[in-house]
Nanobody
Framework: QVQLVESGGGLVQAGDSLRLSCAAS????????VGWFRQAPGKEREFVTA????????YYADSVKGRFTISRDNAKNTVYLQMNSLKPEDTAVYYC????????????????????WGQGTQVTVSS
């Protein structure tokens, strides 16, 4: 059974940091590119960042570049999202998603590009 389980969300103040985790099971994790998306109330789900299956290539939305860092540990089947200098506009449900990939290309930012999705974790940033 394919599963992606996000954790690490919570309520923080502006300027604080959080680290999200995405734990994968039920598929060959190292063959997949992983992305993070987020969805705020009343808005469409939007791309945040992605990482290649090796971890050697990453891609960020302009809104988080320089503040967020994606990384992965294939031995632990886990992807991380370190979020620093959080802003109220970062408030959303954060989802991880996986796409089969054998290349270093990480420029996949559409929801429909991804094969598997987690259930999401809430991040709330107060001002």
């Amino acid at each position: 059974q394919v599963q992606l389980v996000e954790s690490g969300g919570g309520l923080v103040q502006a300027g604080d940091s959080l680290r999200l985790s995405c734990a994968a099971s039920g598929f060959t994790f190292r063959n997949y590119l992983v992305g993070w998306f987020r969805q705020a109330p009343g808005k469409e789900r939007e791309f945040v960042t992605a990482i290649s299956w090796t971890g050697g290539s990453t891609y960020y939305a302009d809104s988080v570049k320089g503040r967020f860092t994606i990384s992965r540990d294939n031995a632990k089947n886990t992807v991380y999202l370190q979020m620093n200098s959080l802003k109220p506009e970062d408030t959303a449900v954060y989802y991880c998603a996986a796409k089969v990939s054998y290349s270093r290309d990480v420029y996949y930012r559409r929801v429909g590009d991804y094969d598997y999705w987690g259930q999401g974790t809430q991040v709330t940033v107060s001002s």
